[in-house]
């Protein structure tokens, strides 16, 4: 089928409620993916965050393959080995040493798994409600969106789930002052993703250490877009000098392949007892080997050092661009986590750079959003960065 054909049967078939490039991909391989007609991109974006190790990994297509020949499905109601060596690997490498993990398939829902585990853990003493963020971003089913501080998701589905309260990133009094005897958790972000690549200011994760352990509440971060080794530690919250109660994670986790996740506290992880939560899909085989293979890769081809290295080298090509443009108001990079913020609306950006055959993403209205697989090459990232230039020197003009 030709890319026409294909957006034809969209155009009659499919509900519309994505926003779509006119471009139908049909192959990937490491940082690039080629349409129906054969016309390679290279993805700065690959998989909105999922492809964190390239677009079909050699391990995990292989475990993929393997497993699907073996048993494709498993409920939970029996037992499996890759569930449970990826439940301990996870754990292993987040130095919690009382962890457990439960395993769903999306980010939204491992965010519903753990707002479950905070509210059943607050309930005794009458405490549901839970602090997040302005400009958070936690899914899109009812109780992470309600947990999601961007009201521009909520318009025309309310009421939304009660007890959401919602402090400004990086504001600790704020969030403070938002504490009562009813507060059973607080969650964010480490670094805020879809919000505009928001690092936390320095003392800020730990402050809200302080206050959750001052008021007995939950902490819990949303791991699901700084996870994996995408900020050049496995989990973002080992950039910083605090531990969290629980981590959702998604995305990455399984090196595209659907699977999300929860590592809580053992106090915690027990909440969820028979009857309080399931995933008919979660920790299905395939997922589970698809994510050892990831870590497997990640470990073994020495990507947690790897996302050092890009980050400062993309640090370095828009510092340089700075000098060029007045455009770039800011820019913000944790690893492979990359935002730059403009003075202009980003999506012409997007499309010159999508004329010139590479694949960004514009988050906020205003900020560059780069989430490159961490088995981007040199020359790959300069000859994007290349791109880029050009796009925005050109639009700046
Ligand atoms: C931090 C964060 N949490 C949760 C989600 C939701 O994940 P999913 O789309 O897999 O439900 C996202 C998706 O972008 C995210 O960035």
């Given at each position: 089928m030709t890319s026409e054909e294909t957006i034809a049967l969209f155009?009659?078939?499919?509900?519309?409620?994505?926003?779509?490039?006119?471009?139908?991909?049909?192959?990937?391989?490491?940082?690039?993916v080629w349409d129906a007609e054969g016309k390679r991109y290279l993805?700065?974006?690959?998989?909105?965050?999922?492809?964190?190790?390239?677009?079909?990994?050699?391990?995990?297509?292989?475990?993929?393959?393997?497993?699907?020949?073996?048993?494709?499905?498993?409920?939970?109601?029996?037992?499996m080995e890759a569930q449970g060596r990826l439940a301990q690997a996870l754990v292993e490498k987040s130095g919690i040493a009382d962890a457990q993990c439960f395993f769903c398939n999306s980010g939204t829902e491992a965010n519903e798994a753990v707002i479950k585990i905070a509210r059943l853990n607050g309930k005794p003493k009458g405490r549901y409600k839970i602090i997040t963020m302005l400009n958070s971003f936690h899914g899109r089913t009812l109780g992470a969106l309600s947990a999601t501080g961007q009201p521009k998701y909520h318009k025309g589905l309310e009421p939304l789930l009660a007890g959401f309260q919602y402090a400004p990133f990086g504001d600790l009094d704020a969030a403070a002052k938002l504490i009562d005897n009813e507060?059973?958790?607080?969650?964010?972000?480490?670094?805020?993703?879809?919000?505009?690549?928001?690092?936390p200011p320095a003392g800020y994760l730990e402050g809200l250490r302080s206050l959750a352990d001052q008021?007995?509440?939950?902490?819990?971060?949303?791991?699901?877009?700084?996870?994996?080794?995408?900020?050049?530690?496995?989990?973002?919250?080992?950039?910083?000098?605090?531990?969290?109660?629980?981590?959702?994670l998604a995305k990455a986790l399984a090196g595209g392949v659907a699977c999300g996740g929860l590592i809580a506290r053992k106090p915690y992880a027990e909440k969820l007892v028979p009857g309080t939560h399931a995933a008919t899909f979660g920790g299905n085989p395939i997922a589970c080997q698809a994510a050892l293979a990831t870590m497997e890769t990640i470990e073994e081809d020495g990507l947690l050092e790897r996302a050092f290295a890009i980050g400062d080298r993309f640090r370095d090509r828009f510092e340089k661009l700075r000098a060029r443009t007045p455009l770039i108001q800011d820019i913000r990079i944790r690893g492979t986590m990359i935002g730059v913020e403009l003075s202009i609306d980003g999506a012409p950006i997007v499309d010159g750079c999508l004329k010139k055959q590479l694949l960004i993403n514009v988050t906020h209205g205003n900020v560059i959003r780069l989430l490159p697989s961490l088995t981007l090459t040199d020359e790959e990232l300069q000859a994007g960065c290349d791109i880029l230039d050009e796009v925005l020197l050109a639009q700046g003009k």
């Open positions: 155009d009659r078939y499919v509900i519309g409620n994505y926003r779509r490039y006119p471009v139908c991909l049909v192959r990937g391989e490491g940082s690039h993805d700065f974006f690959p998989g909105w965050g999922c492809d964190l190790i390239g677009h079909c990994p050699p391990r995990v297509v292989k475990a993929v393959q393997e497993q699907a020949a073996q048993l494709i499905h498993v409920p939970n109601t029996w037992y507060t059973c958790a607080i969650m964010l972000e480490p670094i805020q993703g879809e919000g505009g690549i928001n690092l008021h007995g509440l939950m902490l819990i971060f949303d791991e699901v877009q700084t996870g994996m080794g995408r900020t050049g530690t496995w989990y973002a919250f080992q950039n910083f000098n605090v531990v969290p109660d629980a981590i959702t």
